[in-house]
């Protein structure tokens, strides 16, 4: 039989703070664009690095040949335990610009939903290369109707 290939998913969720401030911006602009995500607060001149939290949803999914002995691309577990300890383990309950590479020492890095697909992309590629499988999507809910969709960054 000609060998088949699949792709496979798994999804995570974990609950991190963030804010989105542009060092390069004054305040006005900074809550122009960012609003609500801005470190800024509207009714409070002082405020400037202030948090708050989403619930994010993590979707991987992976594309490799399907084993004939075992009939899976890669085995959900360890795909599973691979999501817990290079995503789970870093953005879970973080202040992500204070406490999750590559923010804190950017701050001119946006942690939007965006730029934390391509980072945890980045973290997970070389494991899964391992396990000779070709990351394919990586996909982030910052909250249930907005996500984004990373796909190695080729237009
Ligand atoms: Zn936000």
């Known amino acids: 039989m000609p060998k088949a290939y699949a792709e496979i998913s798994k999804e995570i969720t974990f609950e991190a703070a963030h804010y989105l401030h542009n060092p390069k911006w004054d305040r006005a602009r900074n809550l122009e664009v960012f609003r609500k995500c801005a470190g800024y607060r509207k009714d ?3 405020a400037v690095f202030y948090p708050h939290g989403h619930s994010y949803r993590l979707k991987v999914m992976v594309r490799g040949p399907v084993d004939p002995a075992t009939g899976f ?3 959900f577990r360890g795909l599973k335990e691979l999501l817990k300890r290079e995503v789970y383990g870093h953005f879970d309950h973080r202040f992500i610009n ?3 590479e590559p923010f804190k020492n ?3 890095f946006q942690p939007t939903a965006e730029n934390m697909a391509q980072v945890i992309w980045k973290r997970l ?3 899964l290369r391992k396990e000779k499988v070709n990351l394919v999507e990586v996909a982030l809910w910052e909250t249930p109707e907005s996500s984004a969709v990373f796909r190695g960054g080729k237009k």
């Open 98 to 100: 204070k406490e999750v």
């Open 73 to 75: 691309v890669m085995d």
């Open 44 to 46: 409070d001149p002082r």
């Open 125 to 127: 590629e070389p494991f």
């Open 106 to 108: 950017d701050p001119g």
